[in-house]
Each structure stands twice: as structure tokens, then as C-alpha cells.
């Protein structure tokens, strides 16, 4: 397989030509990262406040007020007064609370450091993201409410310090913003690219294009080269404004760091590629491309469920994911200040993948006009 | 209006033209249910395997509890290491997640001595998966002191019973897959529209259709109603699939999410018709079909909480269909339907779907001119 660079520049600028001709795409693939940034790097939080709580109070004395109260002022949850059991299951169904504290009749009366009073507390287990942090402030919560009302305050044992390595506030941006980004460029870059051939082979300027000495590989090469310029110049936005709006810390090798950048565009890049060289149909490609691209890189990649939490098959499985790597790459990049020997792994696994999809996409070049 | 007889010829063309390859019937009918069983079984939104790792100097029995713990748990795997390890190298390398250090002499006579710091080093790259480990941690250490101290801490005076309702063992398939099913019933149709109007405006066909003795509406309602028919059909099909081989419970009215399914449907089939009337080749039209369900899909609820997003990017989800057909799923389909809630959620799917109805019916007309 030889390679003409002069042809793949002629194909590279026949590309250029069509990015320029249509501005739309150009400025989307170049804006539309910095403007998700943007957005999601502030809206994002990991960390749930204001939780509604509907509070009914059957006791309706100092003590179930002060409970209630302490709920409403630890900034967690916001409290609802409804005056009977039903109205607080009702809230629940509606959806109008997450949870609900059913205070006792008599609560107050039995509070003494040796008796146990009970309050029941519902929670709406539809939405398992808040569930768990709804769990742990309602221990917290049970503690504080102990020691002040009843004077329980027992000694710790064991007292657990905990430290938090590379994120030691645990800061929602840090975590949501590299992996947002590896997100964005892997689907833009499969997008980009999956229509490209399918285009040529659609409108019939592939068959002129193949009356002409150029090969597979230099069609292939020609094209990933401006998609894989214009990707990188917009993950140069993403970076400054990581940096700059954002403050997050970036402690890796700048250089290790662009070089994993260039496989992961190119690997998607040559996805996009491989999607269109087999199917031949934009709109079929596009499926595809939206198919493979999309929900995978959001879903799989562990940019928000961590991959080890998966059953061990789909662990494996996610092994596929070029966006899984890389997403370890830029993470451990941004806040570890991995070096490329510690990155091995994932650096090993972009480039197999990388060399295999454009391998793939030139051998399945088929030259014949008949798909 | 449209005539029976016009529009009986557009639903063949179009079906026809959709069902004709091969490969597009198994992307309809088939990649669906494939994904769903994928994010079904992949997805978990417990924190588990967390690599832990620790010293245990010899007859540190406390610690060597926790640690024993901990593995049994399930919450947490071993770590092949050195007993001299330097628990930051484990942590930078990513050998270890977590790591426990004892205090010096061991955490057993620290205890004794009543001053027992057990320190935790937590990788917090993932922000949730550090709050978690944190909780585990304290719960485990909690269970080992009672178990091996046996000095019965008084218990808490007040105690809060919890019970959750609706998904009491917390199946993370059961509230991904209300999610999953929205977020491919959104794609497969909004693509399918905008990519297929699009496709005919590059290959010159429509501009016959225009030539046709047929009024704009009759295009309209013509290239947009066998869309909505093939998404009706996945409805029941990703539904089906979810109930069978997930066990999602359906507590609700299958009636009345096949209702909230069709204005959900529709709306998408508007969004797909108006991204078809900006964009002038399918490169654009796929760029701008990623331009909506990108964030759309994040501002679901199905990745991150609404409720968290500050004020204006809460304003954005409003507008979100995604956002609205999810919770009406989860309420119809987990906590059997809240009248007033599905009324709500429904009215706003049907406004967003009436304007862009309207807006994509008044563009599509001035391209038709």
C-alpha cells in the first residue's frame, strides 16, 4: 500500500473546499463543543440540595417542630408541612416531594436518652441518582437530630478521616467537564465523517473520483486529514476554556496529552469513515453513525456510571469504546498528572484502534460501482 | 384537507421507501432492542469494585475486620500490592481506589487507647464514585465496631425508619430504562424525518412532489404522519422488551403511555421536519439533528439531576421534550400514574409539539413556494 502524498493533498483540498463551501458545519463543529462547555460546565452538580421534603407532624410539639426545622435549615432539603399520611404519599406520587417525614403522635414524649423514638421517612426510589445522597444526609441528619434533642452524643471509636486525592473538594466541574468534552469530540468526529463517502457515492462524484489515478488510501488519508485538523481546533477551545473560565487544574504532559487527542479524533474520525465506506446511504449511515456514536460515548464510556461498576462482561465489552480510553486518558491527564508510561494502556488500546478502523475503512473500499 | 386516497399513496412511498433496505428495517426494528438490552445490563448506578487497599500490621485485628468486610461487602475488590507500598504511587498508578492507613502501632491499640484516626485515601476522579466510597467506609467500620467491641453502643434515640417506595431494592435497570426507551424513540425519529426530507430536497425529488397536483398540506401531513406511524411501532416493541426481559414493572395504564407516547412522537417528528427545513444537504440536517439531542439528552434528568442545574438551565428543561416523556415514563411506569402530574407533563409536551408543529409547518410552506 503506497501512498502519493501529492494525490492525498489533492483530496484533502477538494475536502477543504467542501468545509468552506458550507459554513454551517464548520462553525458547528467549532462552536458547538465551546457552547456545551459553557453550558454544562455550570449547570452540571453532582452534589443534591434542596431536596422537597413533605413533613407531616402528628406530635405537633417543640421537639417534631424542631426536627422539622432542622431538615429545613440544613440547605439539603426544603420542608413542606401537608397535614395527614395521604397527602404526604400523595406528594410523592405527584412528584412534588423526593421524601417525606412522617412525625409520630407522641414523638416528644418518649424522646429520652433511653428510649428509641421513631420517625418513618418515605422516599421516592424513582430516581435512583438522588436516592443515595438522600441516604447519607438522612444519617447525618439522624445523628444531629439525636445529639440535640435527646443529648446523644456518643464517642467515636474510630474516627475516619477521609481525603479526597486529585479533586480534594470534589468539585462536580473537575470531574463533568474533561469527560464532557471526550463526549462531544467523539460524536462530532463520527458525524462529521460518516456521510462524507456516502455523499460522493450518492451524487456520483465518486465515480468520477475513481476515473482518476487516486487509490483507497489516499481517498481515505485525504479526508481524515482537514476533519482531523478542524476537530483538533476545536479542542483547543475546549482546553483554554477549561483552563481559563473553568480554573481546572491540568497537570499532565501538555505534548502526551495533544498526541492522545490526535489518535482519539482520528480513531472517530476513521469510524465515521469505515460507517460510510460499508453502507453507501447517508441516511442509513447517519443512523448508524448517531447509533454507534451517541449514546455509547454518553452511556459506556464511564463519563458519569463508572465502567468497574458494570458487570464484568460489559466491562470487557466497553473495551470497544475508543471514547472509554481516551476518557482515562484526559481525566488522569487533567487531575492525576498521569505520565505516558502510566497511560500506557489506554494509549496502547487508542492506537490499535485507530490503525485498525482506517485499515478497515481502506480495505472495505470497494472500487467497484456496484455495492 | 388531506384525501384518503393521496395519503394512502404517500404512506406506501414513504414505507416503502424507508422499509425497502434491508438494513434499515433491522435499524428500526431491531438496533433498539439491542441497545436497550445493552444499557440495561451495563449500566449500574451502585458504586462496586472499588479496588481497596491496605497495610494490616500483624494482630491488627480491628483493621483486619474492616478490610475482610469490605471485600465481603462486594462493594469492594482486593489489591495485589506490596506490604510497603507507598499508598500515593497505588493511587497515581490507579492499582487502587482506596486505601485505609492505621494509625502508627496499629489501628487495634489505637482503639484501645481511645484515639483511633483511621485515615481513608480516596481517588476522586469520579466525584460520585468518592462520595460512595466514604459512605461504604463509614458503614462497614460501623458494623465492625459493634461486631468486635461487643461494648453495645446506647443506641440512637431517635431513629429514622426508611422505606422507598416505588423501586424498593433500587434496580438501577428499572430507572435507566424509562430513560433509554425516550432517548430512542427521540433519536430513531427525529433522524428518520429530518434525513429523509433532506435526502429528498438533495436528490431534486422534492421538487416533483411540489410539481404534483397536491397542496402543501397534503405534503406536509404526507412526509411526516408515516414517521410518526413507524416510531408508534417501536413504542410497543422497546416497551414490550423492557417488561419482558427487565421486569420493569408497569403499574400504570398501558393506554395512557401509548397516549403520552404518540404526543411525544409527534413532537419529535416536528422537531425532524423542522431541522429538514434549515438544513440544505443531510451532512447539515445530521449535524443539526446532534445540535438538539446533545444537550437535550443531558438535560433529560436521565444523566444528571434537573433539580440540581441552577435556574436557567432548569428553564431550558422545561423546554426539553426528553425531559417531560422520561418523568411521565417513570411516573406511569413505576409509581402507576399521578392524574394531575401525567396531565401536566402532557399539556406541556403538547404545547411544545403544537408550536413546533405550527413553526415547522409555516417553514416548510415557504420552501414549498
Known amino acids: ?371 | 384537507m388531506i384525501s384518503w386516497i393521496v395519503f394512502k399513496g404517500f404512506l406506501k412511498k414513504e414505507l416503502k421507501q424507508v422499509l425497502r433496505d434491508k438494513r434499515m428495517r433491522v435499524l428500526l426494528f431491531l438496533a433498539p432492542l439491542i441497545q436497550l438490552t445493552i444499557f440495561g445490563f451495563a449500566i449500574s448506578t451502585d458504586v462496586k469494585n472499588l479496588k481497596l487497599w491496605t497495610s494490616i500490621s500483624p494482630n491488627d485485628t480491628i483493621l483486619e475486620h474492616i478490610y475482610q468486610h469490605a471485600i465481603a461487602s462486594g462493594w469492594f475488590i482486593p489489591v495485589n500490592a506490596n506490604r510497603n507500598s507507598d499508598p500515593y504511587e497505588l493511587l497515581q498508578s490507579g492499582k487502587a481506589d482506596a486505601i485505609l492507613v492505621a494509625p502508627p502501632g496499629g489501628l487495634t491499640k489505637a482503639v484501645g487507647r481511645e484515639d483511633a484516626p483511621l485515615q481513608l485515601l480516596v481517588n476522586s476522579i469520579n466525584v460520585i464514585q468518592a462520595q460512595s466510597t466514604e459512605n461504604y467506609m463509614k458503614a462497614i467500620i460501623d458494623q465492625v465496631l459493634v461486631d468486635d467491641l461487643k461494648k453495645q453502643l446506647p443506641e440512637s434515640p431517635i431513629k429514622f425508619v426508611v422505606r422507598i417506595l416505588y423501586n424498593p431494592t433500587l434496580e438501577t435497570s428499572f430507572f435507566m430504562i424509562p430513560g433509554v426507551i425516550s432517548l430512542l424513540i427521540c433519536i430513531l425519529t427525529i433522524v428518520l424525518t429530518c434525513m429523509s426530507i433532506t435526502r429528498e430536497k438533495e436528490l431534486g425529488t422534492f421538487e416533483m412532489l411540489i410539481s404534483a397536483p397536491l397542496s402543501a398540506s397534503d405534503i406536509i401531513l404526507g412526509k411526516t404522519i408515516p414517521f410518526i406511524i413507524l416510531g408508534m411501532i417501536d413504542v410497543p416493541l422497546i416497551l414490550g422488551m423492557s417488561i419482558l426481559l427487565f421486569h420493569v414493572p408497569m403499574q400504570g395504564s398501558f393506554l395512557v403511555l401509548l397516549l403520552v407516547s404518540f404526543v411525544f412522537v409527534c413532537t419529535t417528528v416536528a422537531i425532524g421536519t423542522l431541522i429538514s427545513t434549515f438544513a440544505k444537504n443531510q451532512q447539515q440536517s445530521t449535524l443539526g439533528s446532534f445540535l438538539f439531542l446533545f444537550p437535550a439528552i443531558l438535560l433529560s434528568g436521565l444523566l444528571f439531576p434537573i433539580e440540581n442545574m441552577p435556574e436557567y438551565m432548569k428553564w431550558f428543561s422545561y423546554l426539553d421534550p426528553i425531559a417531560h416523556y422520561l418523568a411521565l415514563l417513570r411516573n406511569i411506569m413505576l409509581k402507576g400514574g399521578d392524574a394531575s402530574f401525567i396531565l401536566k407533563h402532557t399539556a406541556i409536551l403538547a404545547l411544545i409539539g403544537c408550536i413546533l408543529i405550527y413553526i415547522s409547518y409555516k417553514r416548510f410552506h415557504t420552501t414549498l413556494e
Not at chain 1, 118 to 130: C, K, P, R, V, Y
Not at chain 1, 203 to 231: C, H
Open chain 1, 1 to 371: 500500500m503506497s501512498l502519493s502524498w501529492s494525490r492525498t493533498l489533492a483530496i484533502t483540498q477538494k475536502e477543504i473546499y467542501h468545509i468552506l463551501r458550507d459554513p454551517f458545519t464548520m462553525a458547528l463543529s467549532l462552536g458547538l463543543p465551546v457552547i456545551m462547555i459553557f453550558l454544562f460546565g455550570f449547570a452540571i452538580e453532582f452534589n443534591v440540595k434542596y431536596i422537597p421534603l413533605a413533613v407531616q407532624d402528628a406530635d405537633q410539639t417543640q421537639a417534631s417542630r424542631k426536627l422539622a426545622e432542622y431538615f429545613g435549615s440544613s440547605n439539603y432539603f426544603i420542608v413542606n408541612y401537608v397535614s395527614n399520611p395521604e397527602q404526604a404519599q400523595n406528594a410523592l406520587q405527584s412528584s412534588q416531594a423526593r421524601a417525606s417525614l412522617l412525625i409520630p403522635g407522641g414523638f416528644q414524649k418518649d424522646l429520652s436518652p433511653h428510649n428509641i423514638t421513631e420517625a418513618q421517612i418515605l422516599l421516592d426510589g424513582s430516581d435512583n441518582s438522588t436516592v443515595g445522597p438522600i441516604l447519607s444526609y438522612l444519617s447525618s441528619m439522624q445523628a444531629i437530630s439525636a445529639k440535640r434533642l435527646a443529648n446523644y452524643d456518643p464517642p467515636k471509636a474510630i474516627d475516619l478521616k477521609t481525603r479526597f486525592l486529585f479533586n480534594p473538594e470534589l468539585n462536580s466541574r473537575w470531574f463533568v467537564i474533561p469527560g464532557l468534552a471526550v463526549v462531544i469530540m467523539a460524536i462530532l468526529s463520527v458525524l462529521l465523517t460518516t456521510l462524507t463517502i456516502a455523499r460522493e457515492w450518492e451524487n456520483g462524484s465518486m465515480e468520477l473520483m475513481l476515473s482518476t489515478p487516486v487509490r483507497p488510501i489516499e481517498i481515505i488519508m485525504g479526508k481524515l486529514i482537514p476533519y482531523a485538523v478542524l476537530g483538533l481546533a476545536a479542542v483547543t477551545f475546549v482546553y483554554i476554556i477549561s483552563r481559563t473560565v473553568f480554573h481546572i487544574p491540568f497537570l499532565g504532559n501538555l505534548f502526551v496529552f495533544s498526541i492522545g487527542c490526535i489518535l482519539f479524533l482520528i480513531t472517530y474520525l476513521a469510524q465515521g469513515l469505515l460507517i460510510s465506506v460499508l453502507v453507501r446511504n447517508q441516511q442509513i449511515a447517519m443512523q448508524i453513525g448517531i447509533m454507534s456514536g451517541l449514546l455509547p460515548a454518553q452511556l459506556l464510556s464511564g463519563f458519569i456510571f463508572p465502567v468497574e461498576s458494570m458487570p464484568t462482561f460489559f466491562q470487557y465489552f466497553t473495551m470497544l469504546l475508543p471514547a472509554r480510553w481516551f476518557m482515562t486518558i484526559a481525566r488522569a491527564s487533567y487531575l492525576k498528572g498521569s505520565t505516558l508510561l502510566e497511560m500506557w494502556i489506554p494509549f496502547f488500546a487508542l492506537t490499535l484502534f485507530c490503525i485498525i478502523f482506517i485499515l478497515l475503512a481502506i480495505h472495505n473500499f470497494k472500487t467497484d460501482l456496484e455495492p
